[in-house]
């Protein structure tokens, strides 16, 4: 079975700092993919950046990137430069090829961004 | 615009009588799936469906029914709800062609309370 941890429940991050959100998961399957979602408080899941498996180099999407480490089962969120509007829910999830294309969620961290 | 729609938004019902959330996406995805999202335990997956009637259960599928009888939508049904049913609850959809590359998109949410 695949598991997905968010270890940090909430956090304070002052602004225009960065800010790494941590998320370790948990399969048997070499093939996956690994998301990060924000889910500001109005509610919708917006998508944020995707690494797969076989990625040989981190993802990267604007201000925001994957560390991943790969033994490590680890795939963190680092958000530089942290703005007011990233205060949201963060949500890590994982894909397995073989798990009929389930997608996993960790049970998130809260973000909020001081001025 | 590409876009998953949900109905109703926000439904109080009580326990016993039958209800039916819809979903529809308009992107011409294989995949659809249902989640419901409850506060600690982020989002977990109630059914999924990858084509046209096939549909199979997720982590949480107790009380729920689903159809996908067309490929553009795949209604929720709850036969009978109960209180514990009370939650949030997401429809997603994606590509599925070549696995578990491709994000979800999710529809804006459905918050139910059974009473």
């Known amino acids: 079975a695949q598991k997905i941890t968010q270890t940090q429940p909430g956090m304070f991050v002052q602004e225009k700092e960065a800010v790494t959100l941590d998320c370790t998961y948990d399969t048997s399957d070499p093939s996956y993919g690994l998301f990060w979602y924000k889910q500001p408080s109005s509610g919708e899941m917006i998508f944020l950046i995707y690494?797969?498996?076989?990625?040989?180099q981190n993802a990267t999407e604007g201000r925001y990137s994957l560390n991943f480490q790969k033994a490590r089962k680890s795939a963190n969120l680092v958000i530089s430069a942290s703005q007011l509007g990233d205060s949201a829910m963060y949500f890590c999830a994982m894909r397995v090829n073989n798990a009929g294309n389930m997608l996993t969620f960790g049970g998130g961290t809260r973000l909020m961004v001081k001025p | 615009e590409a876009q998953v729609t949900q109905n109703p938004r926000y439904l109080i019902t009580v326990t016993g009588k039958k209800l039916t959330v819809t979903c529809s996406q308009n992107m011409n995805h294989e995949y659809m799936s249902w989640y419901r999202q409850d506060p600690g335990l982020g989002l977990r997956q109630i059914y999924y469906?990858?084509?046209?009637?096939?549909?199979d259960k997720g982590d949480v599928p107790e009380g729920y029914k689903v159809s996908r009888k067309e490929k553009r939508n795949f209604p929720l049904i709850l036969e009978s709800p109960s209180p514990n049913q009370t939650s949030l609850y997401f429809c997603a959809s994606s590509r599925l062609a070549g696995g578990y590359h491709y994000e979800q998109y999710f529809g804006p949410g459905t918050r139910l309370t059974v009473t």
């Open positions: 469906s990858m084509n046209v009637e096939v549909t």
């Open positions: 690494q797969g498996s076989y990625d040989q």
